[in-house]
């Protein structure tokens, strides 16, 4: 044989017919059968037929091979154009129409011939003129099939999905279809108002007038919607595959597949005559499927499990691929078996394949399982204007369909949901997530890191931490120091002031802070060891720091931090001795008559301790606490001086020599000395306590810093110092009584020296936060740089 | 983001295999292969515990110069493997668990397929969409690249 060309329509053509001829599903020969009464439509003559057979090699082959059946096609077409037949006449005759084929297949073939030739992409006439034989053994007593070919030729409705093609082809007519289908519940062969079948039908007429079995079941349905084409080609294959499968006792086969098949000639009818939706479930198809189900599981709400549906449906013989296809379409909850809706679906889309529609890549909308509420709601063939079939068949039509139930729509997001949600047990990913999450909070803007509540952590803080678990529990035998101690940390832990935000965000402040209380406001002083705590918990360890100390009252807290103010300004151990002692040597209630004491003592020391005791009888009239603060200045300075002179005196020692270290060790005296302050404030209350006037409980100390806070927030730096001795000298108060004399000039001597102390340490401090200042924009400017790096390494 | 999936039976034999081809794709399958060993390993050592506290997901098995390699196996001893470009610096560990996590619960539904044998090569549709939808993400990234075609018809 030569080589054959064909365009397009014919080889389309020729494939549908081949498909048809093929019975067997085998895809390569086309039954002798067949193709002799196809030949026969053609209406040539006997000889020529015998011609054609042997110039196409079947004769010789015995079969209708695919390339056989081509080329016996196309001479069929040679001889219907009148053309000599020759061999070589295949491929020279050009422009040859299509072959046509006589009676009910003539008609409709012809119309697809003009199709085809009109529009190649005709698919949705390949469903009309060749619906694939189901395979089963369906009975169909509808060889009135060929009846209705004829009437088909006026009503055609050969594209159900290509309405814009075809325009020879009228719209279908019910009446046609009506009258058609209304042969089928008949019980077939009874009832033929359209006779003159062509001889090419009469033969399966006879032999559907033999089947009974599937008469009875074809009763069972209504009449199905106009679909001209599909029910005669519907009953033909099931007619012609009765033929072959009489041999096999028709009895024997289950109902199931009759059934089966007479539905998927009917849905096929279905589908090829709406033109809106070829995947719309009729009424028809719709209880045909529910009847299906019911033979395999006859509680209509329950499930068929996946093997049952495996059986049922391997029996249409469909490939095992297009098998699983359509079950992961069909079956939409992935469980592994199919309800009603699921099993009608994967019915109709085995329905449409076998009549040649290619499966869809997406459940098409119309056979989405609806939910439960939405039965009634959604229409099976609710698809309005859904010419989805414009082209291929193998487009799904159009998912967007207005009507389509916004649940149904909702399903597949749903369904994917429940797939993300149905996960294996697995380590979930939340550390990583947590991780990112921190990573996020890191980089942010860093003057906003205030509003996390993520700890933020600097290495050194870490030591200073270290430093307040240490002064916490040294103290703990002392039990006003301990709120005292307690107090910075529970500060550092709730405040998140905006000023020293920054340093929040450098991770490296930590002791720039603390001295940086120094020279900042002591309200400061306490946000600056707040941020210090909220450092720490940015740092790497990322570990939440020690929790707060229990804050004995609200009202504490502030003075707490005045108390940390009070300590770090006053460098010296002795004021910050005297100031811690303060808490511990709160006397009781100070006598008015007691202020004036201190007050004239002051103006006799030196500048500092004057511009202190102007403040403080300044500050007297203002606050009534205030002389009792006073007082118990006086008292634990002179306590303190007693006792702390050596102390004291370490401290300015100490503090020189630290000074000329650099930053870093700066740094860390700095906290040294916080540290020393602290634990002489923890040796000094017990002290004080062993010694002097048995210290008042806490709230006298509390008073006390509430108004030494009142009276620090107002004023500006330069009363820190002011405030620390003058807070030196109201806890030296309660010692007025006692040793005045001696307690002046000692605090004056103090004050003096912690004076000198201080301006050291405040420029130290200075110094250190430009360091620090520096420091941080040089991480910025790297942070920024590796922000910038990071995209083009990222590809 | 993925260069290459492949999909390991029990036996240690190809259920499914799919590569970017921006060159030879037997690369990809040596690499597959070979990982199988690393995976052996991996499970190995793990064995000593119930199979409950196993891990499923076994991270990075082994990178190369070009490419890393990501192990996942099931509960039946089906592995996943994944080979992900290495200049994507942008993958992170959480979205290599996800997408293996992709990968099992579309294994899960071509395993539920009634038609579809154990053992079988897996020529779904659907699974095959998603993998390319994994896979697909490399275009977004790098132009270069294709989309792969299916190694197996």
Redesign the interface.
């Known amino acids: 044989m030569e080589g054959l060309t064909l365009s397009d329509a014919e080889q389309k053509y020729y494939s549908d017919l081949f498909s048809y001829c093929d019975i067997e599903s085998t895809k390569k020969v086309a039954a002798n059968g067949r193709v002799l009464e196809l030949f026969r439509a053609a209406q040539l003559p006997n000889d020529v037929v015998l011609q054609i057979m042997e110039l196409c090699g079947a004769t010789r082959l015995g079969y209708f091979g695919r390339s056989q059946f081509y080329i016996a096609l196309k001479l069929v077409a040679v001889a219907q154009s009148g053309f000599p037949l020759r061999v070589e006449s295949i491929n020279t005759v050009k422009d040859l129409p299509l072959p046509r084929f006589v009676a009910s297949k003539n008609e409709q073939e012809s119309r697809h011939a003009a199709s085809y030739s009109s529009d190649s992409e005709n698919q949705g006439s390949y469903s009309g003129v060749i619906p694939p034989p189901p395979g089963r053994g369906q009975v169909k007593k509808g060889s009135v099939s060929h009846d209705t070919v004829q009437p088909r030729t006026s009503a055609d409705q050969q594209e159900p999905a290509s309405p814009v093609v075809s325009p020879q082809q009228s719209p279908p007519t019910s009446p046609h279809t009506w009258r058609k289908h209304s042969r089928h519940p008949s019980g077939g062969n009874s009832e033929r108002p359209l006779a003159g079948p062509g001889p090419f039908w009469s033969p399966f007429g006879e032999a559907q007038s033999g089947s009974s079995a599937g008469d009875t079941v074809w009763s069972g349905h209504s009449p199905p919607p106009p679909q001209e084409t599909w029910v005669s080609f519907a009953d033909t294959p099931p007619t012609s595959t009765l033929l072959t499968m009489h041999p096999a006792s028709v009895q024997d086969q289950t109902t199931v597949r009759t059934v089966a098949s007479a539905t998927t000639a009917n849905e096929i009818r279905r589908q090829s005559s709406s033109y809106d939706d070829p995947w719309k479930i009729t009424d028809e198809q719709r209880q045909y499927y529910v009847n299906q189900f019911k033979t395999i599981q006859p509680d209509l709400n329950g499930f068929i499990p996946?093997?049952a549906?495996?059986e049922f449906?391997t029996k249409s013989k469909l490939p095992?691929?297009e098998?699983?296809?359509i079950?992961?379409l069909s079956?939409f909850d992935?469980?592994?078996a199919l309800t009603l809706d699921e099993f009608c679906a994967a019915f109709h889309l085995v329905v449409a394949r076998k009549n040649g529609y290619d499966l869809p890549?997406k459940l098409p909308e119309s056979l989405m399982p609806k939910l439960i509420d939405l039965e009634d709601s959604a229409d099976v063939g609710d698809q309005p204007g859904e010419v989805g079939y414009s082209g291929s068949p193998a487009e799904a039509p159009p998912s967007k369909s207005p009507s389509m139930p916004s649940l149904n729509q909702t399903w597949p997001e749903l369904n994917q949901s429940s797939?993300?949600w149905?996960?294996?047990?697995?380590?979930s990913?939340s550390s990583?997530?947590l991780t990112?999450f921190d990573s996020n909070i890191a980089p942010a803007d860093p003057d906003t890191a205030i509003v996390h509540p993520v700890p933020i952590r600097m290495t050194p803080s870490k030591i200073h931490m270290q430093e307040m678990e240490l002064k916490r529990t040294g103290s703990d035998h002392t039990n006003p120091t301990s709120p005292l101690l307690v107090k910075p940390s529970d500060l550092s832990e709730e405040s998140k002031i905006n000023s020293s935000v920054k340093f929040a965000s450098g991770n490296t402040v930590d002791g720039y802070s603390s001295s940086d209380s120094f020279t900042s406001d002591p309200e400061q002083i306490g946000n600056n060891v707040t941020h210090q705590r909220s450092h720490s918990g940015t740092s790497p360890d990322n570990t939440a720091p020690p929790p707060p100390p229990p804050r004995p009252q609200p009202s504490h807290s502030r003075s707490s931090s005045l108390d940390m103010n009070r300590t770090f300004a006053v460098t010296t151990g002795q004021q910050q001795a005297g100031v811690v002692a303060h808490p511990p040597a709160v006397p009781p209630r100070p006598q008015p008559s007691q202020a004036p004491g201190p007050i004239v003592h002051r103006p006799v020391d030196a500048d500092g301790l004057i511009t202190h005791t102007s403040t403080s009888p300044q500050q007297i009239p203002e606050q009534p606490n205030f002389a009792d603060f006073s007082q118990f200045e006086v008292f634990a300075a002179s306590n303190v001086n007693e006792e702390q002179d050596d102390e004291a005196e370490k401290h300015p020692e100490v503090l020189p020599v630290e000074k000329a270290s650099d930053p870093a060790s700066s740094l860390r005296v700095a906290k040294t000395d916080s540290k020393i302050e602290e634990k002489t404030a923890a040796s000094v209350p017990a002290n004080v306590s062993k010694g002097t006037t048995p210290l008042a409980p806490p709230p006298k100390p509390v008073r006390r810093r509430l108004k030494s806070e009142d009276e620090l927030r107002p004023e500006v730096d330069e009363h820190t110092q002011k405030t620390g001795v003058l807070a030196a000298v109201l806890a030296s108060q309660p010692s007025i009584p006692r040793s005045v004399g001696k307690d002046k000039k000692a605090i004056q001597a103090s004050i003096r020296r912690n004076k000198e102390t201080n301006t050291v340490l405040a420029r130290l401090n200075s110094e250190l936060q430009q360091q620090l200042k520096d420091v941080l924009e040089e991480r910025i400017s790297l942070e920024v740089q590796l922000e910038q790096l990071r995209p083009f390494?990222?590809? | 983001m993925a260069v290459c999936v492949a999909v390991i039976a029990k036996e240690n034999y190809p259920l499914y295999i799919r590569s970017i081809p921006t060159e030879n794709e037997l690369k990809f399958h040596y690499m597959v292969h070979t990982s199988l060993d690393v995976v052996d390993e991996k499970i190995s050592a793990m064995g000593k515990a119930l199979v409950?506290q196993r891990?499923?997901?076994l991270g990075l098995l082994y990178p190369t110069e070009d490419y890393k390699v990501y192990g996942y196996v099931?509960?039946s001893k089906v592995k996943f493997v994944m080979v992900v470009d290495s200049?994507?610096?942008?993958l992170?560990?959480?979205e290599i668990?996800?997408m293996f996590?992709k990968l099992?619960?579309s294994y899960?539904?071509?395993m539920?397929?009634?038609?579809?044998n154990p053992g079988d090569r897996i020529?779904?549709?659907?699974f095959d969409?998603m993998v390319t939808s994994m896979m697909i993400q490399v275009l977004s990234?790098?132009p270069c690249c294709r989309a792969g075609e299916a190694l197996w018809a």
């Open positions: 996946g093997s549906a495996k449906f095992i691929l098998l699983s296809h079950w992961e079956d992935k469980d592994g890549e797939e993300q149905e996960t294996f047990s697995e380590r990913s990583q997530t990112q390494s990222h590809l | 409950d891990e499923l997901y099931t509960n200049s994507n610096t942008a992170r560990d959480n668990r996800s996590r099992h619960n899960t539904d071509v539920c397929n009634p038609f579809y020529q779904s549709r659907a969409s990234r790098a």
